[in-house]
T-cell receptor, first 113, second 113 residues
Framework: KQEVTQIPAALSVPEGENLVLNCSFT??????LQWFRQDPGKGLTSLLL?????REQTSGRLNASLDKSSGRSTLYIAASQPGDSATYLC????????????FGKGTHLIIQP | SAVISQKPSRDICQRGTSLTIQCQVD?????MFWYRQQPGQSLTLIAT?????????ESGFVIDKFPISRPNLTFSTLTVSNLSPEDSSIYLC??????????FGNGTRLTVT
């Protein structure tokens, strides 16, 4: 059974810092990996999707990497802003995408103005 | 990307009653999933909603408690039956189109009194 772990569970940093969120998974036979953002009281917003054949994806100030063999992914946020404050969730897909996603517990990020 | 409308956004229900949650998508999608997010926890997959047939349930979830319908490729309902306080959670609909990222509705926040 796939298990996804995210470290740290919470992080508070001053505005402007670059930061890294970590995600690890136990079964390397994944189909894809997705990073989401969840704001309080709201649904999930997809940030980046990495297919199993890819090593990284970038969107604006966000960069996500994937190392399938070691079961790790990182989300890099450059020049953090207070608006980046949210919970960031890592989720792993298997079964060709038809099996849904297995989620980590998330990293609660606070960017101090 | 698909636009997902989930209703109701929140509800307060009495113990022993049932709540039906609707998920409407603005385009035909390949897969529809239902997730639960218990307080302070990450998301757990309840089931895959299959068009025109019985849903596929994950371990720990049963049809009698969580009946699901998917009459067509754009609509699904999840019913949470015989409610108890332990069912207080956020329930989220998600959809998958081909190799696109998994997209989520805004969720239904259920409180059972």
């Amino acid at each position: 059974k796939q298990e996804v772990t995210q470290i740290p569970a919470a992080l508070s940093v001053p505005e402007g810092e670059n930061l890294v969120l970590n995600c690890s998974f136990t079964d390397s036979a994944i189909y894809n990996l997705q990073w989401f953002r969840q704001d309080p009281g709201k649904g999930l917003t997809s940030l980046l999707l990495i297919q199993s054949s890819q090593r990284e994806q970038t969107s604006g100030r966000l960069n996500a990497s994937l190392d399938k063999s070691s079961g790790r992914s990182t989300l890099y946020i450059a020049a953090s802003q207070p608006g980046d404050s949210a919970t960031y969730l890592c989720a792993v897909g298997s079964g060709g995408g038809a099996d849904g996603l297995t989620f980590g517990k998330g990293t609660h990020l606070i960017i101090q103005p | 990307s698909a636009v997902i409308s989930q209703k109701p956004s929140r509800d307060i229900c009495q113990r022993g009653t049932s709540l039906t949650i609707q998920c409407q998508v603005d385009s035909q999608v390949t897969m529809m999933f239902w997730y639960r997010q218990q307080p302070g926890q990450s998301l757990t997959l309840i089931a895959t909603a299959n068009q025109g047939s019985e849903a596929t349930y994950e371990s720990g979830f049963v049809i009698d408690k969580f009946p699901i319908s998917r009459p067509n490729l754009t609509f699904s309902t999840l019913t949470v039956s015989n409610l108890s306080p332990e069912d207080s959670s956020i329930y989220l609909c998600s959809v998958l189109q081909g190799n696109s990222p998994l997209h989520f509705g805004n969720g239904t926040r259920l409180t059972v009194t």
